[in-house]
């Protein structure tokens, strides 16, 4: 009988890396809140990263998501930008959050919102709409998948 090894490579800086470069290329998300009842709901949504491993969103008050994490912040995003061939076979990044409301005024508004335009300048239109609010999503562990046989968990730690 074979033994079952742990796929979890050791973190390296490779890993961080790709990790970091996924979060500031991401330009879409889904979204896994939980609904009033505790069950999973999952959502696509724009999100923009920054340098400092900051993932932002604008959000409509009218949509579930918004109303699920205003109840309960906890929340998880997959960023898997795909690519061409098996979509398995392309880097993906999974993260825990707790999504935090921020305030347009702050700089951390002003910071969300030029990085929210940047990619993705159709946001123009109803960024400020008054139902938009803007919210960072703070990661608190990670689990990078860089292709088959590539795992990796990412502390906090890791990507700041």
């Known amino acids: 009988m074979q033994t079952m090894t742990n796929p979890i490579l050791p973190t390296d800086a490779a890993a961080r890396d790709l990790a970091l ?3 500031r290329e991401g330009v879409s998300a889904s979204l896994a809140t939980l609904d009033p009842s505790g069950h999973p709901f999952a959502s696509l949504i724009a999100v923009a990263g920054d340098d400092d491993a900051r993932i932002f969103s604008l959000m409509s008050a009218l949509s579930a998501h918004t109303k699920h994490l205003a109840a309960d912040p906890r929340c998880a995003l997959l960023i898997a930008p795909g690519g061409k061939g098996d979509p398995l076979a392309h880097p993906r990044l999974s993260l825990k959050c707790q999504a935090r409301w921020i305030a347009r005024e702050s700089d951390e508004g002003q910071r969300a919102r030029e990085r929210l335009l940047h990619g993705n300048p159709g946001a123009k239109i109803y960024i400020d709409f008054l ?15 860089a292709g088959f046989g590539k795992a990796y ?8």
């Not at 608190?140 to 998948?145: C, H, K, V």
């Not at 968990?153 to 700041?160: G, H, P």
């Open 153 to 160: 968990e990412l502390s906090r730690n890791d990507l700041f």
């Open 131 to 145: 139902d938009f609010r803007l919210v960072v999503f703070d990661i608190q562990a990670a689990s990078l998948n």
């Open 21 to 23: 470069r996924l979060i």
